[in-house]
């Protein structure tokens, strides 16, 4: 069996979750399967108490506060973030479209990579996701 290395955390997961949850969440495999489910419903439901909990005390005035905010200059930027989420099948594609991304910006194609607007940027998205994945435009 091929070990993959755990995934990072996100933002929201380090808010809600705790280290004493982790440890219990990494001993459910260890518990008899007859506990195992009912288990891991109780700690999805303590993880969704303190997400309720972290965005009612934070009031309406802070809760943009709550999470770390990131400026956006370019679709990259996201692009760059999702990386260390991506299993290395989706890293492979991924790596592809940003190279292409990045000669369209070096052939100074601002109008597909700087000015476009969401619309536009998700069509060509999806465009390259239909390239990578081996499918025809029209499908």
């Given at each position: 069996m091929e070990k993959r290395p755990p995934l990072p955390m996100t933002q929201l997961d380090m808010l809600v979750t705790t280290r004493e949850l982790q440890m219990m969440k990494l001993m459910l495999p260890y518990l008899p399967s007859s506990y195992r489910g009912m288990l891991a419903v109780y700690f999805k439901f303590i993880e969704f108490?303190?997400?309720?909990?972290?965005?009612?005390s934070s009031g309406k005035d802070s809760s943009q506060d709550?999470?770390?905010?990131?400026?956006?200059?370019s679709p990259t930027d996201i692009m760059e973030d999702l990386?260390?989420?991506?299993?290395?099948?989706?890293?492979e594609s991924f790596d592809m479209m940003m190279n292409t991304m990045n000669m369209m910006k070096g052939m100074n194609m601002s109008d597909f990579t700087g000015s476009a607007d969401t619309a536009e940027m998700s069509d060509m998205m999806n465009m390259f996701d239909n390239?990578?994945?081996?499918?025809?435009?029209?499908?």
């Open positions: 108490q303190n997400t309720l909990r972290l965005f009612q709550i999470m770390k905010s990131r400026d956006i200059h990386r260390p989420f991506l299993n290395p099948g989706d890293m390239i990578l994945k081996g499918k025809k435009e029209n499908e």
